[in-house]
């Protein structure tokens, strides 16, 4: 069993930035962010494998946020840049799947979530 804790979220302006930050009790192989808005289902952001070397991202976020990961702290982050209002959601941090994938039912391990609210 590996437990995820996120931290980082916040309020922030349009077009501000914030880097969320995801520590992990236990090794983990790929990990993702993922977020859900309400009334909407939860959706992918990004992920990234063991060593860092593969990375992706949905199309909304491509260019403005970057996925990486410290495997000494066993922590995955997610700097987000150029933030919108429709990045507001609950990001959730993800791990227990062996490869990269972007459906969530692919992953075993969920945070509890962290707030983004981003004012226009």
């Known amino acids: 069993q590996v437990q995820l804790v996120e931290s980082g979220g916040g309020l922030v302006q349009a077009g501000g930035s914030l880097r969320l930050s995801c520590a992990a009790s236990g090794s983990t192989a790929a990990m993702g962010w993922f977020r859900q808005a309400p009334g909407k289902e939860r959706e992918f952001v990004a992920v990234?494998?063991?060593?860092?070397?593969?990375?992706n991202y949905a199309d909304s976020v491509k260019g403005r946020f970057i996925i990486s990961r410290d495997n000494a702290k066993r922590t995955v982050y997610l700097q987000m840049n150029s933030l919108k209002p429709e990045d507001t959601a609950v990001y959730y941090c993800?791990?227990?799947?062996?490869?990269?994938?972007?459906?969530?039912?692919?992953?075993?391990?969920w945070g509890q979530g962290t707030q983004v609210t981003v004012s226009s």
């Open positions: 990234i494998d063991w060593s860092g070397g593969s990375t």
């Open positions: 993800a791990a227990g799947a062996g490869y990269p994938y972007t459906g969530a039912y692919r992953y075993n391990y």
